[in-house]
């Protein structure tokens, strides 16, 4: 289907970009890779006003180090993450799991701010995000603030972006020395995950010093899997101690129903992918 007629700018500013929208009031939609978006506006699921292209503003775009972050502008293309040599250094997580994402092509047209405001509870760069406290730099009107990614995923498809709000850039703190593993359960390969689980962990003489587990589609956002983490730290790196603590994998999720998986089956893919992945990480 042809989308509905819009009108559409391409600023290359960000302050230009959040005037535009901003004069345009909700009904205007920022688009990044068009990844999303374009099959949303074709299938006239949204039919915006105006678009605001974010793809002309520089400012956006690359990777940089700023003390213990690793900042991430909002249009770095899933390709150009994929292979920065600071992500895989600070951040390998996040490598990892944009390893995964699509098939080539998408991930050259596809932006890192863009999956994260998208907020599909499916995608992959939401629990790695969330798993490594990012933080995200949001611009409007009124300013700048950052929102702590445990509050900007809110619900199936909903972030606290307000709508003339822009994602600039994502500040990951460093865990730079860390391991990581991304584990994505999927049918076919390049499809989103039915589950997948992220898991960063600090080894230190033998001991899991620190752990990070996020999980990917057991709840309408992103879920940290706290107990997990909790019984993973101070204990030895061993394949028992990492089952007997991914035994708490799906508490407190919330997975949904569908074609590929029902409840219990996603409850049941979070213990043995949660094994996997933290046992990957640990190098056990
Ligand atoms: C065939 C196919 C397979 C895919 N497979 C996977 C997969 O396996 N795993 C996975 O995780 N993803 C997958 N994706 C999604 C892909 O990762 C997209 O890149 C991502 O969902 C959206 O990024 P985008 O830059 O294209 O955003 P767009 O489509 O341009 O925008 C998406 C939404 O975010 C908003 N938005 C974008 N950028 C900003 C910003 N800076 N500030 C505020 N709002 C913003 C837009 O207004 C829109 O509502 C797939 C996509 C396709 C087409």
């Given amino acids: 289907m042809i989308p509905a007629a819009f009108d559409y700018v391409a600023p290359s500013t960000v302050d ?36 605001v292209d974010l793809g002309r503003i520089p400012a956006l775009r690359g990777v940089r180090e700023d003390g213990d972050f690793l900042v991430i502008g909002a249009m770095t293309t899933h390709y150009e993450v994929q292979r920065d040599p600071l992500v895989h250094e600070h951040a390998t997580l996040l490598a990892l799991a944009t390893d995964t994402v699509a098939d080539p092509q998408v991930r050259h047209r596809g ?5 994260l405001a998208h907020a599909d509870p499916a995608g992959d760069l939401l629990a790695p995000t969330l798993a490594l406290d990012a933080e995200m730099v949001v611009r409007g009107m009124d300013g700048t603030r950052t929102v702590p990614a445990a509050e900007f995923f809110s619900d199936f498809f909903t972030t606290a972006l307000r709508p003339t709000e822009i994602l600039v850039e994502v500040r990951v703190p460093k865990t730079t020395g860390w391991s990581a593993h991304y584990e994505k359960f999927n049918r076919v390969a390049q499809a989103w995950p039915i589950v997948a689980v992220a898991a960063a962990v600090r080894v230190d003489g033998g001991t899991i010093a620190e752990a990070r587990v996020g999980l990917t589609n057991m709840a309408s956002t992103p879920v940290r899997a706290t107990a997990v983490e909790q019984a993973l730290v101070g204990q030895p790196a061993s394949a028992d101690t990492i089952r007997a603590a991914a035994a708490h994998a799906a508490e407190g999720t919330s997975p949904p129903a569908d074609g590929n998986a029902d409840v219990a089956y996603r409850q049941h893919l979070a213990q043995v992918l949660t094994t996997r992945a933290v046992a990957a990480a640990a190098g056990v």
Avoid: H, Y
């Fill in 16 to 51: 230009d970009a959040v005037r535009a929208l901003s004069e345009a009031g909700e009904d205007a939609k920022v688009i990044a890779g068009g990844q999303s978006l374009m099959p949303v506006l074709r299938m006239r699921l949204a039919a915006p006003s105006k678009i």
């Fill in 111 to 115: 932006t890192f701010g863009g999956a």
